[in-house]
C-alpha cells in the first residue's frame, strides 16, 4: 500500500485549486458587455459582399441602423444618408 506524504497532499490541492480558480477566471473574463445603443446609421461602402443566399455584390453598401441591417446591395442604387457615419471600404477591418 503507498503512503501519501502530508506535504504532497498539500501540494496536490493547491494546485488543483490554483486550477479551478484559473479556470473560472477565465470564463468570467470572457463575458460580452453589449454596446450601448446606435446612435446613427452606420454605412460599410464600396467593399465586396457575399451574401448568405451566395450572391456576391461588388461595390458594395450595407446600412445599419438602431443595431440591424437595414438594406444591402450595390452602391450605386442607394442615396447615401448625410446624418450616417460613412466608412469607406479601404477603412473597414479584414477577418
Do not use: W, Y
Amino acid at each position: 500500500m503507498r503512503t501519501i506524504h502530508k506535504k504532497t497532499l498539500v501540494a496536490g490541492l493547491k494546485t488543483a485549486c490554483l486550477g479551478m480558480v484559473l479556470a473560472v477566471a477565465s470564463v468570467s473574463a470572457s463575458d460580452q458587455i453589449p454596446a450601448g445603443p446606435q446612435k446613427k446609421p452606420i454605412v460599410l461602402v464600396g467593399g465586396t459582399i457575399h451574401t448568405m443566399a451566395g450572391a456576391t455584390i461588388e461595390n458594395g453598401m450595407i446600412l445599419f441602423d438602431k443595431g440591424k441591417i437595414v438594406a444591402v446591395g450595390e452602391k450605386s442604387r442607394f442615396r447615401l444618408m448625410h446624418s450616417a457615419s460613412i466608412f469607406p471600404e479601404s477603412t473597414c477591418i479584414r477577418a
